[in-house]
């Protein structure tokens, strides 16, 4: 399950395309005036302050680097489309189901209650995890059968565009084939699913009928990726698909057999066409930043507080840096961002404390965990405690011309010639920017501990919370451990902040921030 590479070889973009120039304005820094930060942020009690509104969000992010997404606030729709194949039925994908039950479990897998399925649908879990800020609904289409056999399917290799020859994967046929099926059959409301009327479908989710193949040059796995073949011209009159999820009917049996219904790679896939990355690294030569337990990791529970600060459904406490101690206690999911400086965006660097308990989302893979996984039936954190994360999620100016780094920017006003783009990830050969060894999001492990360095393959445990008596001290990370020798953040900023953990219950936990 993964994010296909987004390819840059598109020479003129949204913003040319439209003619229009944004100016979302600066971005306000925390040691300015008072005057100057944004009316939003308000204080509450003691040296603690709370955010209201992000300065910008992913909404003015997506524009500015051009992507096109489902949006993850208020009610949104997802065309879910199944394909079969000549030597792949769908009656012939269990011995159990017949045709059309497969096609009902699809729909209660995407779009049913919790109830109906062995742990949460698509709608359910993203409508929880968002704090019912997100509502998702939609419709499973019939199946439509393309009329050649799987490796006929696999073979596929010539775009309808040219130019987009290096970028063509098969799933762009699938997907083109069973919408144009669709549309000719729901003339009149097709467009429904382009809700924000820009020439796209919103999103569309492609499941097929074939087994899936780990083999990395198959393209029958789970995937996110864009259908570049429609990406010119959008018509809102006649919107085509282009942001889709690829993915087997299989993976609903995964987790629980063949008679419960298992969401888990659906939900992680749906993760992406709200544009999130995944948290593991695609790179063999590289080590795993997070440490499995996560959505958009090893498809482990909810999605964490970063992830939910990206799609706008969550806001942090924060320090400010004027004061030496700040004392807060938090909530079950509650989140505490320090950075001196922060820029009232997801888009900065800092770190990130999140109250964990292995309740609602966590729940069921805490206790159970979830046994489709390799190795093993990995195991969400079921302990409470705190999830300390290093965030490095600045954006930098890119060239459409070359797509090369210019520099990190603090706005999102760029010229034609520029687009955004967050420049770290958690797979180094994704990133282009100053420094392939940045992590878009790491996993700060308690007393220096540095074993998630190892490899690419380690899971983290409960050793990897923060409890009560420990205490995070930059001088436990000076041999690197993840941050910069000094240790600074990424930025050659100070890393100044010592963390204690005062106390963690189910219901609470208490954080006393020094500045040092």
């Known amino acids: 399950m993964f994010q296909r590479k987004r390819f840059l070889l598109i020479a003129i973009g949204l913003l040319s395309l439209s003619g229009c120039s944004f100016d979302f304005g600066p971005i306000i820094r925390g040691g300015e005036s008072s005057a100057n930060v944004p009316t939003s942020i308000e204080p509450v009690e003691g040296a603690i302050h709370k955010v209201e509104d992000f300065v910008f969000t992913i909404d003015e992010y997506k524009v500015a680097n051009e992507k096109i997404l489902l949006p993850s606030l208020g009610d949104q729709k997802l065309l879910v489309l199944p ?10 994908i269990s011995p159990y189901h017949s045709k059309d039950e497969i096609h009902t479990m699809l729909e209660k897998a995407f779009f049913g209650s919790a109830a109906d399925t062995a742990w949460e649908s698509v709608a ?4 929880k995890s968002s704090n019912g800020l ?3 609904s939609g ?3 019939p199946f439509y059968t393309m009329n050649m056999t799987m490796a006929e399917f696999e073979a596929l290799n010539s775009p309808r565009v040219s130019e987009f020859r290096d970028s063509y994967d098969p799933s762009w046929t699938a997907l083109d084939e069973a919408f144009d099926h669709y549309k000719v059959n729901n003339p009149t409301t097709y467009t429904q699913f382009d809700q924000d009327n820009d020439g796209y479908i919103d999103a569309v989710f492609v499941v097929y009928s074939a087994p899936y193949n780990m083999d990395d040059n198959s393209v029958f796995w789970a995937f996110q990726y864009y259908n570049y073949d429609n990406f ?14 690829f993915a087997s009917i299989e993976f609903m049996f995964e987790g629980y057999g063949e008679n419960q219904i298992d969401a888990h790679t659906f939900i992680h896939e749906s993760g992406h066409l709200f544009g999130l ?5 695609y790179d063999s030569d590289d080590w795993g930043a997070f440490g499995g337990l996560d959505m958009m990791d090893h498809t482990i529970g909810d999605h964490n507080g970063y992830s939910k600060m990206f799609l706008n459904w969550q806001k942090p406490y924060y320090v400010t840096g004027k004061e030496e101690v700040s004392i807060i206690t938090l909530n079950p999911g509650e ?3 320090i950075k001196d400086d922060w820029n009232f965006t997801p888009f900065d660097e800092y770190l990130l404390a999140e109250f964990y308990t292995s309740t609602k989302l966590n729940k069921k893979d805490a206790l159970e965990g979830y046994p489709a996984n390799s190795p093993g039936n990995i195991k969400n954190f079921d302990e409470p405690g705190i999830k300390l994360y290093h965030v490095d999620s600045r954006i930098g100016s890119y060239s459409w011309s070359s797509h090369n780094f210019i520099s990190y920017i603090d706005y999102l006003d760029l010229p034609h010639s520029q687009y955004a783009e967050i420049v770290a990830s958690n797979t180094k050969s994704n990133i282009v920017g100053p420094n392939s060894t940045f992590k878009l999001l790491r996993l700060i492990e308690p007393n220096g501990g540095s074993s998630l360095l190892r490899g690419n393959a380690v899971i983290a445990d409960n050793s990897y919370l923060f409890h009560q008596g420990d205490v995070f001290k930059p001088s436990f990370y000076k041999s690197g451990k993840g941050f910069k020798t000094g240790p600074t953040f990424n930025d050659d900023s100070p890393l100044n902040y010592q963390i204690e953990i005062a106390e963690v219950t189910n219901n609470n936990a208490t954080l006393i921030i020094t500045k040092i």
């Open 83 to 92: 394909v079969e194949f000549l030597d792949a039925r769908a009656e012939n």
């Open 134 to 136: 997100l509502n998702l």
């Open 124 to 127: 359910s879990f993203y409508n």
């Open 277 to 281: 990355e995944d948290y593991y690294t």
């Open 139 to 141: 419709e499973v289409a």
């Open 335 to 337: 989140l505490v961002l």
């Open 232 to 245: 010119r011209w959008p018509s809102a009159k006649t919107p085509r698909p282009y942001n889709y999820a």
